[in-house]
């Protein structure tokens, strides 16, 4: 097996994560607020529905906090979460831990690397998350959200994966 090389966490790497971030958040939004519901007669139903991300976040926040998901909501907790896992926390996860895995397992192309990331956040977000936090159904019932949220994810995971390898692997860092 190879060696694990981590990078070195540094002004260009969050500069990345934080840029790869952003791009891929507006991405997810657009693709789940936007896109997918304008294909609901086309792509039914694997598209269709619309992504509702914060209200999550707010229902899972609640749990965690033992307060009701309305008083989340109220703060904007559930926008901010939604807002800094999408620029910083899942990016750097990326970076720090799944590229460097994929580098020294099997060296995949990126675009599989960041795929098979976004379906991790997918798992995370949908069943540890909704299911396992906040108590709804497993995948939320495996409806119509579900599949934007598994395409979405994917999306965003690819997006991130981009940024990541043009910024870092192409210009020689790791």
């Known amino acids: 097996m190879a060696k694990l090389i981590l990078p070195r966490f540094d002004g260009k790497l969050l500069y990345t ?3 790869a971030g952003a791009f891929a958040t507006i991405g997810f939004d657009l693709f789940g607020q936007f896109v997918s519901p304008l294909l609901k007669g086309v792509a039914s ?3 269709g529905a619309k992504l509702a991300p914060v209200p999550l976040a707010n229902q899972s926040l609640a749990v965690l906090l033992g307060v ?3 008083v989340v909501g109220s703060l904007g907790i559930g926008h901010a979460l939604h807002t800094l896992t999408g620029l910083l ?3 750097l996860g990326y970076i720090l831990a799944a590229r460097p895995i994929s580098n020294s397992v099997i060296r995949l192309p990126w675009w599989v690397t960041g795929a ?3 379906g991790v956040l997918f798992v995370f977000a949908l069943y540890v ?3 396992l936090v906040a108590g709804n159904p497993p ?3 495996w409806g119509g959200i579900t599949w934007v949220a598994l395409w979405g994810h994917i999306l965003f995971g690819v997006i991130v ?4 390898h043009h910024r870092l692997e192409r210009t020689g860092d790791n």
């Open 68 to 70: 009701q998901a309305k």
């Open 89 to 91: 926390l899942y990016p």
């Open 139 to 141: 995948f939320l019932g």
């Open 116 to 118: 098979v990331y976004g």
């Open 161 to 164: 994966a981009g940024f990541a």
């Open 17 to 19: 994560a934080l840029v």
């Open 129 to 131: 998350m909704a299911h």
């Open 45 to 47: 139903p694997l598209l």
